[in-house]
């Protein structure tokens, strides 16, 4: 009995300090930002190096002072730290001036085994040069992009276990590369399209056999386009909905987007915002995408898309 009394006592004398070094290492990569799991140095000589074999890094620009005081953070993080560690990345800043060193920072982060990559910048004034083998990672099944500017697109491109795609803001450069990047993604599940520019694309065909889910935004307060734009500038993309289950719809009717072989949706959304000026092509939109969305048990429709 006093034996057993003292295990109990030990037992409750736990601490996090007696964790095993790789449990300590995932908790450290769910803190919300890489910075604080780099702070854990200064604890003992034991935490010193724990850091060093996260393999989910997050470098948010929240939660530093000034701009330049993350870019100087997360330039001496990549000096130090073993980029082929890494397996999940999510980087968020305010570009400004320093496109050059932020394009550097990807190529080395972005390594051939990574499995999520999230990269949010906005607006820049160069765009985001990728490094290469991210497009043919066979490892990559969660990607998310959202930049400002003309997404530059390899000749070869292979995500062949690619499952979440989220684009936002990005400008689409050709319909060529266009097309050949989303027929590089034979195994997408979810797409997720926001506030894309397609003008550079004059049509384009989405059709992943397994693709179940696509939502799409488009459309911002004073960016709308007025009449002449959206007559020249509009790309057709048609969406193979096959084995599609979900779809989702707000925006202006910037381009014509066509629901094909779409019986199996069961929940869909449509939301139109569009000038009175565009009565017809907003009618004939909406006819479309009901028609398509004709088996949805589950169908949501704003007021205003069925007055127009």
């Known amino acids: 009995m006093e034996a057993e009394g003292i295990m109990e006592q030990r037992s409750s004398d736990t601490t996090i300090h007696d964790l095993p070094d790789h449990i300590l290492q995932h908790i450290l990569s769910l803190l919300f930002s890489t910075k604080y799991a780099v702070r854990t140095c200064v604890l003992s000589k034991r935490w010193v190096y724990l850091w060093k074999d996260i393999s989910n890094i997050l470098l948010p620009q929240t939660g530093f002072k000034s701009r330049q005081q993350f870019i100087n953070f ?129 049509s384009v065909c989405i059709c992943p056999p397994m693709l179940q889910k696509v939502t799409i935004i488009e459309g911002r307060g004073k960016d709308k386009p007025n009449e002449a734009t959206r007559v020249s500038n509009y790309c057709n993309v048609m969406i193979d909905g096959n084995s599609l289950k979900s779809f989702s719809y707000r925006g202006d009717l910037r381009n014509d987007y066509f629901l094909y072989s779409s019986t199996s949706v069961m929940i869909a959304s449509v939301d139109i915002h569009a000038p009175k000026s565009w009565n017809k092509n907003a009618a004939l939109f909406v006819f479309k995408l009901l028609h398509a969305l004709s088996n949805a048990e589950n169908l949501s429709i704003t007021p205003i898309s069925l007055s127009v």
């Open 74 to 202: 997360v330039s001496r993080f990549y000096q130090v730290y073993d980029c082929s560690n890494i397996r999940s990345l999510f980087f968020c800043c305010q570009v400004g001036e320093d496109d050059p060193q932020i394009n550097e920072w990807l190529q080395g982060f972005i390594n051939p085994n990574i499995q999520e990559l999230s990269v949010y910048v906005g607006e820049t004034k160069e765009p985001l040069v990728f490094p290469e083998h991210l497009f043919t990672c066979a490892t990559l099944t969660k990607f998310k992009v959202c930049m400002k500017h003309i997404f530059k697109i390899p000749f070869s491109i292979q995500f062949e276990s690619l499952r979440t795609l989220t684009l936002n803001s990005i400008i689409f450069p050709d319909t060529s590369s266009t097309q050949q990047f989303f027929n590089g993604c034979p195994c997408l599940e979810v797409l997720d399209l926001y506030y894309c520019n397609w003008m550079n694309a004059d």
